[in-house]
């Protein structure tokens, strides 16, 4: 027998992006010195969405998406410390509005993971005044597009930027810091947020100024020393930087890639590209988890590497069914935003993994639509589900 899951009205459905893994051409960031560098790939001309907006839009369109996250490069709204670039606020000012004909709602993250270079030669966040820097740009970015747009987050995945730059330093700023100066980052973020979200409400009261959490299902097996190892763990890396901001948030935008089962080595499910479990589920537990902040929230990423499209239609269905039953049982999800509109570039890995709705050829900058986006498409379209029982 058939049962439909119906979404909430106005529910949104849609795909992510963020502009350094899409874009191309941007050479001006602490990423872009690093693939100079040679540390990490070089991103390069990607997909080259910066000049392909209109025509990637249309694809949008047609995936039957009713909204669209990407990001606003800081880099190039301000390449030089103070300087603001009218060129980069005509620019984007474009993609809003070729948003608005097509009907599609932005949602805009301020900080994608990239720098500024001259911001990251200052040390970067941690620099005393990395929170004001990032306050007086982001005030700048919704002064000028407060009419376009109503959905803001400020950063995206804060601990990740922590331990990626900072604990296991494979990404900029590459330290491996100690436990003092990590605890130092994770303030410098969470000030950067409350004054952004100060600085964005002085000039637009009604804007929707959200975070993007990059929170994991962690649990463990019966063992109690397990039990409270992924308590401690779980603290850490789920609650205490929002537990921190809860009093300066509009909306939770998730981000929802992993589970970890402390205690428990054993794995038996399928696994992506980039060699992480497919876990579903995982993204139930951790939606009734935000609950506890009375916010709206957003699954704002969950997405797979799977260059053959074997197991995205799958995965998608089952993040969704397992979104609707977080919605049944009480959580206030406004949203399903699926990583990534088109394969893009992967940070410290490059461009091997894709984790697209749409392909691209990288060579030609072809756009192909993956089977798996039409399975979405019904999805998005219907704003509802359909289950066998
Ligand atoms: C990030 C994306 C990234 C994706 C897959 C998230 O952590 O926001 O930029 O591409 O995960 O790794």
């Not at 109690?224 to 939770?252: A, C, E, G, T």
């Not at 977080?326 to 993994?353: C, H, P, V």
Request: net charge neutral.
């Amino acid at each position: 027998m058939k049962k439909i899951l119906d979404f909430p009205d106005g529910f949104f459905w849609g795909s992510a992006t963020a502009s350094f893994q899409v874009e191309g051409g941007i050479d001006n960031t602490d990423w872009s010195q690093a693939g100079r560098d040679g540390k990490v790939p070089p991103a390069d001309a990607g997909p080259d969405h910066y000049n392909r907006f209109e025509s990637d839009f249309d694809l949008v369109k047609d995936l039957g998406h009713n909204c669209h996250r990407f990001s606003i490069e800081w880099a190039r709204i301000e390449p030089k410390e103070g300087e603001f670039s009218e060129e980069a606020v005509e620019h984007y000012k474009k993609v809003f509005s070729a948003l608005k004909q097509r009907k599609i709602t932005p949602f805009v993250t301020l900080w994608h993971f990239t720098l500024p270079l001259w911001l990251s030669e200052k040390g970067g966040v941690a620099n005393k005044n990395f929170p004001k820097y990032f306050a007086n740009y982001c005030q700048f970015v919704v002064k000028n597009f407060k009419e376009e747009c109503v959905h803001w987050a400020t950063i995206n995945e804060p601990n990740v930027v922590t331990s990626n730059g900072w604990v296991r330093g494979v990404w900029p700023p590459f330290k491996k810091a100690n436990f003092i100066e990590i605890f130092f980052v994770l303030r410098q973020l969470k000030k950067a947020h409350i004054e952004a979200y100060k600085a964005i409400k002085s000039v637009d009261l009604i804007a929707e100024v959200g975070i993007v959490k990059d929170n994991m299902y962690l649990h463990a097996s019966k063992n109690p020393f397990w039990i409270i190892v992924s308590k401690i763990f779980r603290w850490w890396w789920n609650f205490y930087f929002l537990n921190s901001i809860k009093h300066y948030v509009d909306s939770i935008g998730l981000n929802y890639y992993f589970h970890y089962h402390f205690g428990e080595r054993r794995t038996l499910r399928d696994k992506s590209d980039m060699g992480w479990e497919i876990y579903p589920e995982g993204i139930y537990y951790t939606l009734m988890e935000l609950t506890r902040y009375e916010k709206p929230i957003f699954v704002a990423e969950a997405g797979i590497a799977d260059e053959k499209d074997q197991f995205r239609a799958q995965y998608i269905k089952d993040l969704i069914y397992w979104t609707h039953k977080a919605i049944q049982d009480g959580a206030d999800i406004k949203g399903f935003i699926y990583w990534s509109l088109m394969d893009n570039f992967e940070w410290a890995l490059g461009y091997d993994k894709r984790f697209g709705l749409i392909e691209i050829d990288y060579d030609t900058k072809e756009r192909k639509i993956r089977p798996s986006a039409y399975e979405y498409k019904k999805i998005c379209q219907s704003n509802s589900f359909e289950i066998n029982i």
